[in-house]
């Protein structure tokens, strides 16, 4: 079921039927804060069709985020069409892009890329010294980061703080997560650290091209074969313990 949701949303983010100039991407604000309910019941609508969790947050919280100026909104015709909000972690340290969401019938014309890029550099804006990461399972979302210098790393890379990780409790893989003691999960943890920029500055590098959606495809593959081969391999045993006893 993941791995056909994930490929029914990489179908529609390059199937570009709609034109991208309709869209207005701006920092959200006070103005748009009528739109809050409808952003929350997309973000879990868009979960519940692909068949994960999401960090459920209330009315409020986006509100705050608006109110913040921490948060970015697509508009189409005055109307909601995306949205996406920045958290921060261990005291500025670290950034997180979360909530990503493209309304249904906007899909499939590179917003939800004009929505990632705008978010991105409106925490390279108020953090310029953090590092930016994410946790996901859709794979557009995979070639979005690593086309904005994204790299995949391992979940001890990312935040220790535990406000964050408990977010995912509303997963149905926390079970995985929660096993592995956060060293693993169906999600792929992405990292953009702003020192790999001064880095270029003084050591010649070799531009690195985005990982196709194959590669990421596989990879994801691979991930839930294991972890949910390892899941039902537990099972079968706590079953054979009690028969036993």
Same mark, same amino acid.
């Given at each position: ?12 983010? %390059?199937?570009?039927?709609? +034109?991208?100039? %309709? ?14 309910? !409808? ?31 921490? =948060?970015? @909104?697509?508009?189409?015709?005055? !109307?909601? =069409?995306?949205? +996406? ?11 997180? %892009?979360?909530?990503? @969401? ?28 953090? *590092? @930016? ?27 220790? !703080? ?22 693993? +999960? ?12 001064? !880095? *270029? ?43 036993? =006893?």
């Amino acid at each position: 079921m993941y791995i056909f949701a994930a490929l029914l949303y990489n179908y529609s983010f %390059n199937n570009k039927g709609n +034109c991208m100039s %309709n869209f207005k991407v701006i920092v959200a604000d006070e103005s748009h804060l009528k739109f809050v309910n !409808d952003i929350l019941v997309t973000i879990e609508e868009s979960a519940r069709v692909r068949g994960t969790g999401i960090a459920k947050r209330k009315p409020e919280y986006v509100e705050a985020k608006m109110k913040e100026g921490k =948060a970015i @909104i697509a508009l189409k015709d005055d !109307d909601f =069409a995306g949205f +996406c909000y920045i958290e921060s972690w261990g005291h500025g340290q670290f950034v997180a %892009n979360s909530g990503l @969401i493209v309304k249904p019938e906007h899909r499939g014309a590179g917003l939800a890329k004009q929505i990632k890029q705008a978010t991105f550099n409106l925490s390279r804006r108020k953090f310029p010294q953090a *590092k @930016i990461f994410g946790l996901t399972t859709g794979l557009a979302v995979m070639k979005i980061n690593s086309a904005l210098g994204y790299r995949p790393v391992t979940f001890s890379e990312l935040t220790t !703080d535990d406000a964050f990780w408990d977010g995912c409790q509303s997963c149905v893989n926390y079970d995985i997560l929660t096993r592995t003691k956060r060293k693993n +999960c169906l999600c792929t943890g992405m990292l953009y650290d702003p020192e790999w920029e001064k !880095d *270029k500055e003084t050591k010649p590098v070799t531009k690195r091209k985005p990982h196709s959606l194959q590669v990421y495809g596989r990879w994801f593959r691979f991930k839930y074969y294991v972890l949910r081969g390892i899941k039902k391999s537990k099972a079968m045993l706590s079953k054979t313990k009690k028969k036993a =006893a």
